[in-house]
């Protein structure tokens, strides 16, 4: 019964905000950084303290899960403060802010115990993401921590870890067509915008590829799981994850064709079903042959992208798999119809695929070989190392997408 702690919310709905108290001697910056942030749904700025002093108790009173601290203030400075702050409120995270960038400061206010160091001025989406990204990293800590403190912001409540967390499919059933890399792109994306814990798993068991777009060497995989089929518990699921860079923790395919076999379709089902109580969202990369493996997942999916391309076979496909999909009930709103790698040099358009298979393309990503190629080789996903193109643009908006699709179903 009892689950191993995760101390993360769990779905949109009831999911916690960041509490953030600011730290400024400056009436005009203070006010400023409440600006910057109002617009912010994730973000609750739930006090502002005038001085050092006022920083600590405020800190002590509110609990925040970020102080957001200027360095130079009269009286007991930001760093100062900071210490005493990390010792009365060891769940707080500190944002360090200052004019200057100095070596020293920043080694100070590192072992004063801050997080992040930002230099003014910054912009409101410098601000935002390292907000997002200490608040993460909190998160991350708070559940390393062995016992949560009781009545500490953030300590865990039984419900909380019962909640089911959202799976989403990739899936073609068409290869070439893209879904892998766009399940790991999809995933870095979503977890990149949010304060949502993210996973990936492959369950294209054959010829998985999420461990080499992410560049993890394949050292635990579900394989590991087929022998242990009767023990199964969480902590045996979440020892068989590998942790990326990025935040998204990745469970990787067998690492030879032939030891996909051991891999049951009932052993996905129960690993996707304990996977997504640990997770917000679960992306899940699929091979693109309909066996009992795919629709085992399918039918656990709370939302199924189906990728297509431009060309005929893929769509021709598509059309029998949507057949498929009625004949198995699927409710068309768990469907999210994605077309991928768009060219304006190609005649087939995105309205005559959606009149011909009588279905909404959703999403389109525009073909964009030089970024995808450099990406996959490097085994760096493009929304991390080509940000700015296109293609990362339309993953992150369909990322958003997606959540807001969650939410909306959720009301
Ligand atoms: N948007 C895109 N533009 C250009 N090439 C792409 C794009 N998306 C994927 N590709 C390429 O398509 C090929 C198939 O991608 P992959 O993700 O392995 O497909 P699937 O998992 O559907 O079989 C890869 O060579 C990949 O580099
Ligand atoms: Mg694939």
Same mark, same amino acid.
């Given at each position: 019964?009892?689950?191993?702690?995760?101390?993360?919310?769990?779905?949109?709905?009831?999911?916690?905000?960041?509490?953030?108290?600011?730290?400024?001697?400056?009436? $005009?910056?203070?006010?400023?950084?409440?600006?910057?942030?109002?617009?912010?749904?994730?973000? !609750?700025?739930?006090?502002?303290?005038?001085?050092?002093? $006022?920083?600590?108790?405020?800190?002590?009173?509110?609990?925040? !899960?970020?102080?957001?601290?200027?360095?130079?203030?009269?009286?007991?400075?930001?760093?100062?403060?900071?210490?005493?702050?990390?010792?009365?409120?060891?769940?707080?995270?500190?944002?360090?802010?200052?004019?200057?960038?100095?070596?020293?400061?920043?080694?100070?206010?590192?072992?004063?115990?801050?997080?992040?160091?930002?230099?003014?001025?910054?912009?409101?989406?410098?601000?935002?993401?390292?907000?997002?990204?200490?608040?993460?990293?909190?998160?991350?800590?708070?559940?390393?921590?062995?016992?949560?403190?009781?009545?500490?912001?953030?300590?865990?409540?039984?419900?909380?870890?019962?909640?089911?967390?959202?799976?989403?499919?990739?899936?073609?059933?068409?290869?070439?067509?893209?879904?892998?890399?766009?399940?790991?792109?999809?995933?870095?994306?979503?977890?990149?915008?949010?304060?949502?814990?993210?996973?990936?798993?492959?369950?294209?068991?054959?010829?998985?590829?999420?461990?080499?777009?992410?560049?993890?060497?394949?050292?635990?995989?579900?394989?590991?799981?087929?022998?242990?089929?009767?023990?199964?518990?969480?902590?045996?699921?979440?020892?068989?994850?590998?942790?990326?860079?990025?935040?998204?923790?990745?469970?990787?395919?067998?690492?030879?064709?032939?030891?996909?076999?051991?891999?049951?379709?009932?052993?996905?089902?129960?690993?996707?079903?304990?996977?997504?109580?640990?997770?917000?969202?679960?992306?899940?990369?699929?091979?693109?042959?309909?066996?009992?493996?795919?629709?085992?997942?399918?039918?656990?999916?709370?939302?199924?992208?189906?990728?297509?391309?431009?060309?005929?076979?893929?769509?021709?496909?598509?059309?029998?798999?949507?057949?498929?999909?009625?004949?198995?009930?699927? !409710?068309?709103?768990?469907?999210?119809?994605?077309?991928?790698?768009?060219?304006?040099?190609?005649?087939?358009?995105?309205?005559?695929? $959606?009149?011909?298979?009588?279905?909404?393309?959703?999403?389109?990503?525009?073909?964009?070989?030089?970024?995808?190629?450099?990406?996959?080789?490097?085994?760096?996903?493009?929304?991390?190392?080509?940000?700015?193109?296109?293609?990362?643009?339309?993953?992150?908006?369909?990322?958003?997408?997606?959540?807001?699709?969650?939410?909306?179903?959720?009301?």
């Amino acid at each position: 019964m009892a689950q191993s702690a995760s101390p993360l919310p769990n779905n949109s709905e009831d999911q916690q905000k960041i509490r953030l108290l600011i730290v400024d001697d400056i009436p $005009e910056t203070r006010e400023n950084l409440r600006k910057l942030l109002f617009f912010e749904p994730d973000i !609750d700025v739930v006090g502002a303290a005038t001085s050092g002093e $006022e920083g600590i108790q405020m800190a002590i009173e509110l609990q925040p !899960d970020i102080v957001l601290m200027d360095i130079n203030m009269p009286g007991i400075d930001g760093i100062t403060a900071s210490e005493r702050i990390t010792q009365e409120v060891p769940m707080c995270q500190i944002i360090m802010m200052s004019v200057q960038g100095e070596a020293d400061y920043l080694r100070r206010s590192m072992l004063a115990g801050a997080r992040e160091f930002l230099i003014k001025p910054f912009s409101s989406d410098e601000l935002v993401r390292s907000i997002r990204r200490v608040y993460q990293l909190g998160l991350q800590r708070r559940q390393a921590m062995p016992v949560a403190v009781p009545g500490a912001a953030g300590a865990v409540k039984a419900e909380e870890l019962e909640t089911a967390g959202k799976i989403v499919a990739v899936f073609s059933p068409k290869g070439g067509v893209g879904c892998s890399v766009l399940a790991v792109n999809l995933a870095i994306a979503l977890q990149q915008n949010a304060a949502i814990k993210v996973a990936v798993v492959d369950t294209s068991l054959q010829f998985g590829d999420v461990g080499v777009l992410l560049n993890l060497y394949a050292s635990r995989t579900i394989a590991d799981l087929a022998s242990l089929a009767d023990e199964l518990d969480n902590e045996l699921i979440s020892d068989i994850f590998l942790p990326h860079s990025s935040g998204v923790k990745a469970l990787l395919a067998p690492p030879r064709p032939e030891v996909a076999d051991t891999v049951s379709p009932p052993l996905v089902a129960e690993v996707l079903n304990r996977v997504r109580k640990m997770y917000d969202i679960v992306v899940v990369d699929t091979g693109s042959v309909l066996d009992d493996v795919v629709l085992n997942v399918l039918d656990l999916s709370d939302k199924i992208i189906v990728v297509t391309t431009p060309e005929i076979p893929a769509i021709k496909n598509v059309k029998l798999f949507f057949e498929v999909t009625e004949q198995l009930e699927y !409710d068309r709103s768990r469907i999210m119809f994605v077309l991928n790698k768009t060219d304006r040099r190609i005649n087939i358009r995105a309205e005559d695929i $959606e009149a011909n298979l009588k279905y909404r393309i959703e999403a389109q990503l525009p073909y964009d070989e030089r970024t995808v190629t450099m990406s996959v080789n490097q085994g760096i996903p493009y929304v991390l190392s080509s940000k700015n193109s296109v293609l990362a643009q339309a993953t992150v908006a369909l990322g958003k997408q997606l959540l807001k699709s969650f939410e909306e179903s959720e009301e």
